[in-house]
């Protein structure tokens, strides 16, 4: 079938969809191949594919003051702190048997590639000098699936050139000849390559030479990543969760940038800001339990005595006279009682510790301080030429009023739980009962215990 | 109105009065004491930041009920956060606000004699000291703190590693 023939060609299988092949192939025909290769080659669609996986494979191994990009400098590019660079070519074989030959397209193809960004005239590296300064502070990286054999010299002399027992003039012999077409023959892509390597300075040669570098036979990329995950102590059982969080969340930030017409480039920094948590021990619940089962008690005999209740009644807030003032009372005690057992419900399981607790009453104060400033600044600038007892009563009384309704109506979060409106209202009952809060302008003065 | 009385007594109900935003007596000195003082029972030799690793472990209610539970086996401190990361979960957090506590409890058992830091800085039981509370006695001090002596020889079990491999496991951030 020519499908098969197509496939089990030494063709380079554009990455972006192979995966399509392994499941589709079987129906496609050569001519609905070639539009999906045109289309698939152009779109820069992010799948599930090879260079991805590397990508992400190199991202949890980056170090500080690295960088990582994506089909920014070349299919995969990582920035050292020196100053140093390692452009990275992905070329996956769905062959599972494939060689990397010496005269393998992907292999010229990339080496190609990698001339022209060296040679680039726009990146102002149009003279020989700059194009060796450049070479010299870049590794070039080709990762492939495919096999490593002995029948690619290529490969052999470059590991021997580097090793000091070949020169270069050895290299460009073999190259020349295996380039060479028979005689009657034209010459071939892979040999037009071959031939654009070899047009290239002595010098230039030495030092590209001496930094390109093959990773060979690279495939389950997937294990090698989960087994980076283990050896940063991420336990058996969370190995899992932890990739797929990575996995989903970096596909969602790399699609995020392409859409913003960003480049997407991740340095250590942002890396560690937004995958850290993914890490971190889990089994957690994300929220604290609220227990809203509260042992019913009857409002105290002596209410009018707890100090929460006298700063509503003495400002008039709430008043005997009110049809729902018994009701209000129950719903002000209910709700206090409510906070009060979850936060020590809390503490003594351990669930939040008590320089938490510490911390959420000084923000919950920080909160009822904005509305409380915000409703009586205009009195305080009154103040500043009158005095308090001058004040209208019914005008404090007033402010008082307000200032409680907009703190009831403020949501307050303890450990990443939101507490509801329960909750919230009783933590800011509880508060005013000691008190360290008030609703009327002199609250500190009329209520608070020396 | 503040409360000062010391308890050991397993208590849900108000340990502090509802009006109190001092210091939550829940966890306090005489359960430091008493938790730190039967796993080096269990355990008589140990150095004072394996010490610390006490605490947050015996003042977990949750975990404390789990290793008494007589059908549960746990074979090590790993499998125990493999099995139950829920109470593991913010232990670095529990572990920093424990430190004084700690700390505090040590000195006084330093003080009553039970215990002595020796010269290579390790805190040795003091065996000459007879074994703190007789059997009989035993049942004044409340569930809570009875729970954890029950629980002190599968917490000192757990703490046999190195402490490196422990910190680094219950993930304390130092």
Redesign the interface.
Known sequence: MVLLRYVQSSRIIPKTYYHYLDGVSRLLTKVDKSVQEQTAAETKSIGFDYQYYYFLYKMIQLETGQSIGYEVKDDVHIDKENGKLILIQLKHSIDTKANLTEKDGDLWKTISNWIKIINDKTQNRSNLANQVNYIKNTTFLLVTNKAETSTNKFIQLIRNFKNGTKKLSEIKDHLTQISTPAPGKDPSVVDSYISLLLAQNDDWLKAFIKNIDFLMSKDSLIDAIKTKIKEK?V????IDDVYESIDSNLRSLIYETVKSGKKVTISFDLYYKKFTKFY??????KKLIIRSHTPKKPVPVDHLEYTSIKQLVETEIIDKRDYDFYDELIRIFTD??LM?NNE??W???????????KEF?KLTIRKWKQVFDRIHASLKQELRRKELKDVDKDQLNALALNCYHDVLGIQLTLDETDLEVELSNGKFY??S??P?IGWVYDWQERYKKL | MKSYVISTDST?K???S??S?E??L??NEMIGVLSLYFVMEKFPVMSPSKAMLILPLT????LVSYLNDSRTKVKGL?QL??K???F????N??F???LELSINSILILIKLDLIKIDQDGQLRINSLSQSLFEDSKRPLLGKRALNIIQASSSIADLLVEENQNLY??L?VKL
């Open positions: 102590n336990i058996e059982s969370r971190e021990m889990g089994g957690r619940r206090k009682l009060h020590q419900r503490l003594q399981d351990g669930e939040i510790t008590d320089d938490e607790l009453n509880l508060l009962n000691q360290v | 849900f108000e340990s502090s509802v009006d935003i210091n939550n829940y966890n003042t977990h209610n949750a790993e956060i493999v139950k990361p829920e593991f979960s913010n232990f957090q529990r920093y606000s424990l680094l496991q993930r």
